[in-house]
């Protein structure tokens, strides 16, 4: 069968193919799913991290360097994301995505964010400056969090595969990033409605800014640049 042949007849079989579906309350790993059309439904809070002017990075510097810098940010905000109970499910090159699922999701992801900020200003940039002091870089990234159901499917082919997360806290988590706006974490008022006090304030002052997304419609969102230590 040609190619061309061979798509038409698997494209059509996965919009003619019935969904099976399922409620999880742990994210699943790809081996639990199927590559038809076979998904999990979960409640969880999707953390993206994601390095700011990373293109800026490689036109301006060694591949190396910008290599150590990458390496350096992704493995601190994975570790962190870990120490928070978020399970890490995607690297796409400067950023990370991290899902928290359980009774206090919003809470923990939160503190992840605050957290992988106080890993760039005290933990990575300082060690850039220790080992190149002739450079002038300096780290700077956006943490963005949502929550919300999310369909969870396999996709891919046969031995090159993986997970899709459809939903809203997927998508937005991801857009939050681009706001920036000189703040290094925001969250969507339905996170925020959801926080713990530790989560929320800091001795007895909210950390938390209220914003409106212009472009999503005016929606509520808060920012903020609080950090707490790793």
């Not at 360097?65 to 570790?79: D, G, I, P, R, T």
């Not at 681009?178 to 008022?189: M, Q, R």
Request: some cysteine.
């Amino acid at each position: 069968m040609a190619l061309n042949d061979e798509l038409r007849y698997e494209v059509r079989a996965i919009f003619k193919k019935t969904w099976t579906t399922r409620d999880g309350i742990v994210v699943p790993e790809p081996a639990d799913l199927l590559l038809g059309n076979d998904a999990v439904n979960l409640e969880a809070t999707v953390l993206y991290a994601d390095m700011d002017g990373s293109t800026s990075l490689v036109d301006a510097y060694a591949p190396k360097f910008a290599a150590e810098v990458y390496k350096a940010y992704l493995h601190c905000a994975a570790k962190v994301i870990r120490s928070e109970d978020g399970v890490i499910t995607a690297y796409d090159g400067d950023r990370i995505m991290g899902v928290f699922t359980g009774n206090f999701k919003n809470s923990n992801a939160v503190c992840a964010g605050l957290k992988i900020q106080w890993c760039v200003d005290e933990i990575i940039n300082p060690a850039i400056r220790a080992q190149y002091p002739e450079k002038i870089y300096a780290l700077k990234q956006t943490v963005g969090i949502d929550t919300g159901k999310l369909l969870v499917a396999r996709t891919g082919v046969r031995g090159s595969n993986d997970l899709v997360w459809v939903g809203r806290a997927a998508n937005y988590a991801a857009k939050l990033t681009d706001l920036d706006e000189g703040f290094s974490t925001w969250i969507t008022d339905s996170v925020y409605k959801k926080l713990n006090d530790g989560a929320k304030y800091s001795n007895g002052i909210n950390m938390w800014e209220e914003r409106s997304w212009t472009k999503m419609g005016n929606m509520r969102v808060y920012r903020s640049n609080y950090r707490w230590p790793a």
